[in-house]
């Protein structure tokens, strides 16, 4: 099983030179609190207000492959056919600790063939693009055509 021990976390260096260019204090990195606001902004920020728009995470692939690392961009073993192909889903903000801190993205295929799915992730493209978020942990889900398979990605932006 995966465990992702990741959380929004942020830090600020605070240096001061004297007009002549001396180091007045020694430098000085301190962990920041990370606001409710923020935590909700990323969560927002996620998602694409419609798919084909930029900046924002709203596809989801599945695939046969297994084991990519966190270094990944893309499934082991995408499947493009049978009716998984990557599609754009729908996106919600819902809350976990503060308002709307958390992203949602949702898509049901409508399988056309016979499939194992080992793996799934998440993108911000149709084909290619960034991946934001991978899973080869759950167990194999064996479909075939006339299965309907629903994929529900939720993303947590909450202080850990």
């Known amino acids: 099983m995966i465990k992702d021990k990741t959380g929004i976390k942020g830090s600020v260096r605070i240096r001061v030179w004297d007009k002549f260019g ?24 996620i998602l694409k207000d419609a798919p084909g728009s930029e900046d924002g995470v709203d596809y989801i692939a599945v695939g046969t ?22 599609a754009a889903g729908t996106g919600t903000r819902t809350t976990t600790t503060v308002a709307n801190d958390t992203a949602q ?9 016979t499939v194992a799915v080992t793996e799934a992730g998440i993108f911000n493209a149709s084909s290619a693009g960034d991946m934001l978020c ?9 479909v075939e055509s006339g299965d309907t398979l629903e994929i529900t990605w939720t993303v947590v932006f909450a202080a850990a």
């Open 22 to 45: 001396n180091k007045k204090y020694p430098d000085e990195l301190v962990p920041n609190q990370v606001q409710n606001a923020g935590m909700a902004l990323c969560a927002d920020r």
């Open 65 to 86: 492959g297994s084991g990519q690392n966190a270094a990944a961009t893309t499934l082991a073993t995408e499947v493009a056919a049978s009716g998984l192909s990557r």
């Open 105 to 113: 993205l949702v898509v049901t295929f409508t399988v056309s063939g």
């Open 134 to 142: 991978y899973d080869s942990s759950f167990s194999t889900k064996n």
